[in-house]
Each structure stands twice: as C-alpha cells, then as structure tokens.
C-alpha cells in the first residue's frame, strides 16, 4: 500500500490520494468477488473490464490469514510463498509507476 501511496502522491494532490489510497485498500479486500460478478455478467465488455479491475487492483485477499487462524489450521507454505512474490511484484511494478511520474512532475 506505501508503494501506491507514493504513486498516487506522484500523480495527485494529497487529499486525493488519501481519498483514493482509502478507496484501493477497501477495493483490495472485496476484490475476490469481481472474478465471481465477471462470469455473471452477459456483456462481455463489462467482463472484460471487471477482470481488468482484478488484474489491475492490489489483491490483498492473499495476506488475509483470518480464517486459518480461527480455525486453527496452519498456512500453507506455497500460499506464504506466493503472497511474499506477488507482493514484490506488485511494489516493484507501482515503484516503477511512480518513478516515471516523478519524473515528468516538475518541481517549482
């Protein structure tokens, strides 16, 4: 989330980001049920953009260890694994993002 925070920094005014860093970490939560509302959907331009969204938005339904933890089972080690690389990925490819938009923001 720091890592689209600097972005969104870069690109916007900072209530706007703050607005809108609130509004991605509420979006990465629920962004499991795109996917299901994709499929349901009939129109395929608004499949395609739903499934965009998920592609696009963070999934932070990866790091959500809640229902193991009441259930008492132990997470599983390709899951740890695969939060752990998408999250570089995912800081790695915002990173970049915001570098190229601090790079044309001009500083006066």
Known sequence: MSALAVLLAACTSPILSAFL????????HLLHGLLEMA???SQPLLAGA?????HLLPRLDLFSSALQAVHGTPLPAG???WGAA???LYTAGVLALALLAFRRREFA
Do not use: I, P, R, T
């Open 21 to 28: 860093l609130l509004a991605l970490y509420v979006a990465g």
């Open 39 to 41: 499929q349901l959907v």
């Open 50 to 54: 739903l499934k965009g969204a998920f």
């Open 79 to 81: 899951a740890v694994l």
């Open 86 to 88: 998408y999250a570089a």
